[in-house]
């Protein structure tokens, strides 16, 4: 268990719908960094925030933004959804505000979304 | 062209067996070479990073890189079971930034 949480695990709701994905980083990480998977594109980086500023911008679509609130704790909202958007959505955490490229960050078990 | 290309499997080997994943880049700037594993229904894991050009070895694994091919390496000796898992390549440039780039996965079953 990397201490990550993730909820809810799965998520299934139709095209033109709204989501939020709810992530709570590990005790004491500052950082939350958020990840979509999927088959063909593979584990890609969409957006990093430190200490509730967004720190760094990944492919992420313009329907979707993100925030992380004074707990820490971080929100994904995806909005207009079509097909494509279904995917694995990870969350990651680290201490820092910058992943040491060792890569030392913690994954979530993730959010399956399956949009209809 | 994608940045860093894995070929996805599946691989099924016996256990006991030398099992080679590889994954091929084109960013000549990446510094920074990771394998993460990821059990199903989990979370990647780092399981274990290298920088710049050369072997690491830790326990049944070793990575290699090779910067002049563009091309990196996670070899697992004697295979078990519990490998059985879909590895992840992940490559960075440096601490400039947070942008980690990964490839689509293998995934390993290891036979008992």
């Known amino acids: 268990d990397s201490g990550v949480t993730q909820t809810p695990k799965h998520l299934i709701t139709a095209t033109g719908q709204r989501v939020t994905l709810r992530c709570s980083p590990r005790?004491?990480?500052?950082?939350v960094y958020w990840y979509q998977q999927s088959l063909d594109q593979g584990l890609q980086f969409l957006i990093h925030?430190?200490?509730?500023?967004?720190?760094a911008k990944g492919n992420i679509l313009e329907r979707f933004s993100a925030q992380q609130f004074p707990d820490l704790h971080s929100e994904l909202n995806l909005s207009s959804l079509e097909l494509g958007d279904s995917a694995l959505y990870f969350c990651?955490?680290?201490?820092?505000?910058?992943?040491?490229?060792?890569?030392?960050?913690?994954f979530g078990p993730g959010t399956r979304l399956l949009v209809l | 062209q994608k940045e860093v290309e894995q070929d996805p499997g599946p691989l099924s080997v016996p256990e006991g067996a030398i099992v080679s994943l590889n994954c091929t880049y084109s960013?000549?700037?990446?510094?920074?070479f990771m394998w993460y594993r990821q059990y199903s229904r989990k979370g990647p894991e780092l399981l274990m990073y290298?920088?710049?050009?050369g072997n690491k070895e830790d326990g049944r694994f070793t990575a290699q890189v090779d910067k002049s091919s563009k091309y990196i390496s996670l070899f697992i000796r004697d295979s078990q079971p519990s490998d059985s898992a879909t590895y992840l390549c992940?490559?960075?440039?440096?601490?400039?930034?947070?942008?980690?780039?990964f490839g689509t996965g293998t995934s390993l079953t290891v036979i008992p």
């Open positions: 005790s004491g990480d500052l950082s």
């Open positions: 925030y430190y200490n509730g500023e967004e720190r």
């Open positions: 290298t920088y710049s050009s």
């Open positions: 990651a955490s680290s201490v820092g505000g910058t992943v040491r490229p060792t890569g030392d960050q913690y």
């Open positions: 960013n000549s700037a990446f510094q920074y």
């Open positions: 992940a490559m960075s440039a440096g601490y400039t930034g947070n942008q980690f780039y």
